[in-house]
């Protein structure tokens, strides 16, 4: 039974493991995201000014 329990310990903490990674990678995405969106609106400035020069 003892060794039961320590195997399941042990799974335990890999499931903790691969928990703690996909937060890591669902933070990373929220990043990119983050990026993307600052890019966007980088590119949405520039065709305001654009718009503004051409009057």
Not at 20 to 42: F, I, K, P, R, Y
Request: charged share 25%; aromatic share 0%.
């Amino acid at each position: 039974m003892r060794g039961k329990i320590d195997l399941l310990s042990e799974d335990m903490q890999l499931v903790k493991g691969r928990s703690t990674s996909l937060e890591a990678q669902v933070a990373g995405l929220h990043n990119q995201v983050a990026l993307v969106h600052g890019d966007m609106a980088t590119v949405h400035g520039r065709r305001l000014d654009l718009a503004d020069e051409s009057r």
